[in-house]
């Protein structure tokens, strides 16, 4: 019989990581040595913020550390799941047909855990969050492996929270100039008003740093700061 991966088995390289890292995570350095101080030492962390404010990737900057270790990291993209939907995923991952067919995955809670903490992967749960299921995943499920989970809103629950907010004027700056390419220093104060109307939220920045890049235009010319203008 022919081999096989999982299509949600623990991602061992950053490619096979289902959310990819940006080249280079501006102005979250200090948050990212905080959450994984809070991982290394097997503390179940939540993430949140409001859309766009750059906490998947987080995320999977943090992911993409782990696939070079062991146990890899196992991410996975939830919608609301039920706690026997994650242990059923699990149960996938690691290919395990008996726990996946089991007419309820619920009472495999103990050897997802088992397998969990013997392959000690990074576990992100990332998405919409049931409060309820995860808080009873984490109470089942997390022992001796590090755990990450990205929600919009903060939950209260068995973990440590961390709130990811808008960039600081000088990082936003920072971050347009990384990812539109070649912009003079003299473009700075036009970047940073540019910042200041999206709101210093990495993905509008994202968005108009790509526009930049595509069309060679100034910082002063993004359809966003036209709308502003009588």
């Known amino acids: 019989m022919t081999d096989f991966t999982p299509h949600e088995a623990p991602a061992r390289s950053v490619q096979a990581l289902p959310v990819q890292p940006p080249a280079r995570l501006i102005g979250r350095e200090v948050t990212l040595t905080r959450v994984y101080s809070q991982l290394r030492e097997l503390k179940p962390v939540l993430l949140y913020g409001p859309p766009g404010i750059g906490k998947s990737a987080l995320a999977a900057t943090l992911a993409s ?15 609301n799941d039920t706690v026997s939907e994650l242990i059923a995923r699990v149960g996938r991952a690691y290919r395990d047909e008996a726990r996946t067919e089991a007419e309820s995955p619920l009472s495999n809670a ?45 939950i209260e629950g068995p973990w440590t929270t961390q709130r990811l907010g808008k960039l600081e004027p000088a990082a936003a700056v920072a971050m347009f100039k990384a990812q539109a390419g070649a912009q003079s220093d003299s473009a700075d104060a036009d970047i940073a008003a540019l910042a200041d109307t999206l709101g210093y939220t990495p993905f509008a920045l994202s968005v108009a740093a790509g526009w930049a890049r595509a069309n060679k235009g100034a910082p002063a010319a993004y359809p966003a700061l036209q709308t502003k203008r009588p």
Request: hydrophobic share 45%.
């Open 65 to 79: 550390a782990y696939t070079e270790m062991e146990g890899g990291a196992l991410y996975l993209t939830v919608h």
């Open 110 to 154: 103990l050897r997802a855990a088992e397998r969990l903490a013997e392959d000690k992967p990074l576990l992100v749960l990332d998405g919409l969050l049931n409060p309820h299921a995860v808080t009873e995943f984490v109470t089942r499920c997390a022992n001796a492996y590090p755990m990450l989970l990205v929600n919009e809103s903060e």
